[in-house]
């Protein structure tokens, strides 16, 4: 099969999400030479009716990380039309992690249904092929990577006004046992250091992929941590247990929003400010979204009860290295970083700054974030590294050979 022969249909689902690394991977198989790409919104009804009529024209259809992240509303739609396809089937995975509202049993079995000869995990390659040895299809280890267009150094580090950047929201530690995301937000956003930081942290909202880009280079360095969590559940057994535990200690007094209800259809057509205000009336009080459960639990309680003595698979773990570790290095913007594999791409010292797993090294850390010439020699190393190594397009090189 020619290059030029190769008819690609790129499924996603955009509805108002602002994970600026959707965009990249939709920019990333536009750009590439292998692939006659022809791209659908299946969030909306004329793209997706589309779709499913043309859907025989396809030689591969990729349905990206939005398809299947939060939710399968839309993609439940499509499913009768991908399994009479003529084409091959590669699909992403977005948030491999066992959550109320994205439970993984679903996905899993979604990809089984939908015959799919291909699935591209963002973990590393052991933990992604343990978690969909079911589904018959081979395993590809794509992890997220560079965009050079879109992140790109603007400011010199010498001339940016904040010490320590970062938009993230908190992670749903009760229902992953791992609460080092939010342990590094407290830890900045405390703030006691000497001399204490130029700090911007929020967690209560997030950037479109310009919006990002432009923060990046307003900052020296963000802070941040390998993205999932340590234990990995293909059978949603924990997360079933809490969410059981936490329904019992409320005495079933709080009524749950299911995720895949109609009502998340409306939500979705909402603007976003008010979508985020919603959220936040969903996170309180005796009616709550399905993904908002659980928010209000002692993570120690949780811990020792559930995690604590729970056994690793061996060699499998949850965590991976995430989109916002490659837009940071593409504005050159320094990183302090918990020690972690990273999937074996960053190196602790040389392409950032290691935190230890107990903090105890954080002034350390700063200290060396305040030397001008160590950060921005580390920075520009990084970035000529991930350059070399780690962009769309080398993503797309891997792809389109694996699947040939």
Known sequence: MRSSDLNTAIVYS??????????????????????????????V???????????????????????????????REILPALQKRKGKLL???????????????????YLKDAGADFIATQLLLETGEYLYSDTGAKVLAVPHALNPDAFKPVIAQKDRAIDVGMRSFRYPATFI??????????????????????????TSSRLDREGWAAFLNSCKATVSNEAGGHWIDKDDATMNAIKDWIKAKNGGASMTI???????????????????????????????????????????????RFFKDKPFPPKISGKCVSSRHFDAVGTQTCQI????????IFIADEHYIPLKEDLSNAQEAVDKLADVTFRTQLAERTYDFTMAEHTYTKRMDYIYKAIS
């Open 14 to 43: 955009a509805y108002g999400s602002r994970a600026s690394y959707y965009d990249d991977w939709l920019d990333a198989f536009g750009n590439a030479p292998y692939f006659k790409t022809r791209s659908f919104n299946i969030a």
């Open 45 to 75: 009804n004329e793209p997706k009716k589309d779709f499913i009529q043309t859907i025989a024209e396809y030689d591969l259809i990729v349905l990206l990380h939005s398809v299947n992240a939060d939710n399968l509303i839309y993609a």
């Open 91 to 109: 699909s992403f995975v977005g948030n491999e992690i066992s959550l109320p509202g994205a439970p993984m049993v679903p996905k899993i079995q």
């Open 177 to 202: 046992g791992d609460e080092d995301r939010n342990r590094l937000i407290d830890l900045f956003e405390a703030n006691a250091f000497s001399p204490p930081l130029v700090t911007d942290i929020s």
């Open 258 to 304: 299911a995720s895949e209800s109609p009502l998340r259809r409306l939500v979705h057509k909402l603007p976003w400010g008010v979508r985020q205000w919603l959220i936040k009336i969903l996170s309180k009080g005796i009616i709550r979204h399905e993904a908002l459960i659980g928010q209000d639990e002692d993570f120690v309680e949780v811990y020792e």
């Open 337 to 344: 970083m918990m020690e972690g594999r990273y999937n074996d």
